[in-house]
T-cell receptor
Framework: DSGVTQTPKHLITATGQRVTLRCSPR?????VYWYQQSLDQGLQFLIQ???????AKGNILERFSAQQFPDLHSELNLSSLELGDSALYFC??????????????FGPGTRLTVT | AQTVTQSQPEMSVQEAETVTLSCTYD???????LFWYKQPPSRQMILVIR??????QNATENRFSVNFQKAAKSFSLKISDSQLGDAAMYFC?????????????FGTGTLLAVQP
């Protein structure tokens, strides 16, 4: 158990809908990262937050957004869902940014299926 | 841009034998970290081992060791005395040291099967 929690574990929804994925980082970790794992794109970095502020963006679609709250939990919002958004979405956390060697601890992931 | 390449989509090893998974990367940075993550059927991402680019000594964690060749930009993972529980997808990952972000760049993965 990495200490990172994600809810829900599974989500099935229809095209055009909006969903929210939730992540609670390890106790004390200030950074949260979101990754998408799909069959055709592999594991890709989406976005990073540090202590409530956005720090880096990767290949995140405009239909997707995220935020990190004062209690450090984070939410990833996916809207106007398409079939291609079906994937495993991981959240990871680490204690600091910009310092060497901080491993990222991954949550169990949320499996999103868009039908 | 940094890239990570795993050229072996699938590998197979007999229980108790040794297997080596390959990874190459491309970067213009001189200081960075390399990682191997394991993803078993449960889909959990588990950190197996990490290597700091500034260290010449290869990292070792129990039955797992790496062969880090900085000039060749190669980072292979050796699993000794393979066990059935080692069967999983293995991802090589890269992260620049000291950057504004700690984002990981992953390879496409190698699916390892362990034969009893």
């Amino acid at each position: 158990d990495s200490g990172v929690t994600q809810t829900p574990k599974h989500l099935i929804t229809a095209t055009g809908q909006r969903v929210t994925l939730r992540c609670s980082p390890r106790s004390g970790d200030l950074s949260v990262y979101w990754y998408q794992q799909s069959l055709d794109q592999g594991l890709q970095f989406l976005i990073q937050y540090y202590n409530g502020e956005e720090r880096a963006k990767g290949n995140i679609l405009e239909r997707f957004s995220a935020q990190q709250f004062p209690d450090l939990h984070s939410e990833l919002n996916l809207s106007s869902l398409e079939l291609g958004d079906s994937a495993l979405y991981f959240c990871a956390s680490s204690p600091t940014i910009g310092l060497a060697g901080n491993e990222q601890y991954f949550g169990p992931g949320t499996r999103l299926t868009v039908t | 841009a940094q890239t990570v390449t795993q050229s072996q989509p699938e590998m197979s090893v007999q229980e108790a034998e040794t297997v080596t998974l390959s990874c190459t990367y491309d970067t213009s940075e001189s200081d960075y970290y390399l990682f191997w993550y394991k993803q078993p059927p449960s889909r959990q991402m588990i950190l197996v081992i990490r290597q700091e680019a500034y260290k010449q000594q290869n990292a070792t964690e129990n039955r797992f060791s790496v062969n880090f060749q900085k000039a060749a930009k190669s980072f292979s993972l050796k699993i000794s005395d393979s066990q059935l529980g080692d069967a999983a997808m293995y991802f090589c990952a890269y992260k620049v040291r000291g950057g504004a972000t700690n984002k990981l760049i992953f390879g496409t993965g190698t699916l390892l099967a362990v034969q009893p």
